[in-house]
């Protein structure tokens, strides 16, 4: 089983590069980063294996695009919580051994605690980006502090990149991709009604989509020096 596992998160790392290739961004090093709801209504994607899934992906990511082939994970709901990382040798059975046996997945949904934590981590200087992938499937308590740390956030090595998950329309979500304020443009939106459902091409090329132009901005400003 662990060998097949591997075997697929190789795959997506070799679909992961040539999204990364597409958007002009082959080569570049980041720190994967996966920011994970674990609101009460994220309760059954958690169950039926949807989350597990998703981390594999972004795990395929990593492979083809970090620079150190693991993810950072972050739990949020009412705070926010630390998991070891995901890696090639832990990811089997990742959600039910960490998550599930140790978390209770029925929190209220608040941003600013994970967003700050970002902000206390992924200071300049940073030895590459971080590339924060933040799925959610609900709209939050906390908007103010929020975007407030999105604008914080701005001056620092890190993008985010916001994912709406279900048939929400998710404004503040929208609202953040467009914030005011910030020194640059450090945040982008996608909307997946089912995460299943969307091929793993098109996920990776939407994921990767407005990253290309923070990093040109990011260089501008002095934020980044490679």
Not at 29 to 34: G, I, S, Y
């Amino acid at each position: 089983m662990i060998v097949d596992l591997r075997k697929r998160i190789v795959d997506l790392s070799k679909k992961a590069a040539f999204a990364a290739n597409k958007r002009g961004v082959e080569g570049q090093r980041a720190q994967v980063v996966l920011v994970l709801d674990i609101s009460a209504s994220m309760s059954t994607l958690y169950k039926s294996g949807a989350v597990q899934r998703v981390i594999e992906r972004i795990l395929g990511l990593a492979v083809a695009f970090d620079d150190d082939g693991q993810i950072d994970l972050l739990l949020f709901g009412t705070h926010v919580y630390q998991l070891p990382p995901a890696t090639l040798d832990e990811i089997e059975g990742y959600v039910e051994r960490i998550i599930l046996a140790q978390y209770k997945i029925r929190e209220a949904t608040n941003y600013a605690p994970p967003l700050r934590l970002l902000l206390s981590k992924y200071q300049t200087p940073q030895p590459a980006p971080a590339f924060v992938v933040f799925l959610t499937d609900g709209g939050n308590a906390d908007r103010r502090e929020s975007a407030e740390v999105i604008r914080e956030l701005s001056a620092q090595p890190v993008f985010v990149q916001f994912v709406g998950i279900g048939k929400e329309d998710f404004p503040f979500l929208r609202k953040l991709d467009e914030l005011s304020g910030r020194l640059i443009d450090n945040a982008g939106f996608m909307h997946v009604n089912d995460l299943d459902e969307i091929k793993d091409a098109e996920l990776y090329d939407r994921l990767l989509n407005e990253f290309p132009r923070w990093l040109t901005k990011a260089r501008e400003q002095g934020i980044l020096i490679a």
